[in-house]
């Protein structure tokens, strides 16, 4: 191997021991900071559950209204189908009274 080569490889090896230090350094920083707001950590941990259940009973809750509502939706619609109904028995009789009253008795 040439002398070029191996000054190169030894600079690289320098380079990349420099990296890892550097590296340490940051996780030595991480953990540092971890120990010192490990309550701070576990006190929004705890409040992050616990906002986690609250949003599931709310969806939960959604879930259940959203049957409900569906369910009012279809005793809506046999309203609506029997007030046609009455709608078109009414339209005859007025159809039908209108002619009653048009007989010469009526007259």
Do not use: T
Request: glycine content about 8%; overall charge negative.
């Amino acid at each position: 191997m040439s002398e070029a080569k191996l000054d190169l490889i030894l600079n690289e090896i320098g380079s990349m021991k420099e990296d890892i230090g550097s590296l340490k350094a940051g996780q030595e920083k991480l953990e540092k900071g971890q120990k010192e707001h490990y309550g701070l950590i576990q006190k929004n941990g705890v409040a992050i559950e616990a906002l986690h259940s609250d949003v599931k009973a709310v969806a939960e809750g959604h879930s259940v209204l959203f049957n409900k509502i569906d369910e009012v939706k279809e005793l809506v619609r046999g309203v609506d189908d029997k007030v046609e109904e009455k709608r078109k028995v009414v339209k005859d009789i007025d159809r039908d009274l209108k002619a009653h009253v048009k007989l010469p008795v009526h007259a």
